[in-house]
Nanobody, 121 residues
């Protein structure tokens, strides 16, 4: 399954963006889908994950309460709703698919190409 992330762009602080990640094929119920980001000069970090079968979700503390991960099984699409954006949220955002309900990058085997989010102050 190939993943294609989209929806990034330039937004002012306190604004919102909704990222999408389209899968080329069916996302199986055994899958876990996740969002990560990498800011300039920093390591890639985990943001959120969703277990496709139960829609159980997991969030990093840095985005909890501001970001919401969701999935659409009919469209085989993953979303990340981002509210109350801050300049420090500026990064390239990646979607990924794995089989473990995990915050670790190594547990995700398929990755999208990334979409750039820039938050201005």
């Amino acid at each position: 399954v190939q993943l294609q992330a989209s929806g990034g762009g330039l937004v002012q602080a306190e604004g919102s963006l909704r990222l999408s990640c389209a899968a080329s094929g069916r996302i199986f119920s055994s899958s876990v889908m996740g969002w990560f980001r990498q800011a300039p000069g920093k390591k890639r970090e985990f943001l959120a994950a969703i277990r496709w079968s139960t829609r159980a979700t997991l969030y990093a503390d840095s985005v909890k309460g501001r970001f919401t991960i969701s999935g659409d099984s009919r469209e085989n699409t993953l979303h990340l709703q981002m509210n109350s954006l801050k300049p420090e949220d500026t990064a390239v955002y990646y979607c990924a698919r794995g089989s473990q309900y995990s915050t670790q990058q190594s547990d995700y085997s398929s990755w999208g190409q990334g979409t750039l989010v820039t938050v201005s102050s």
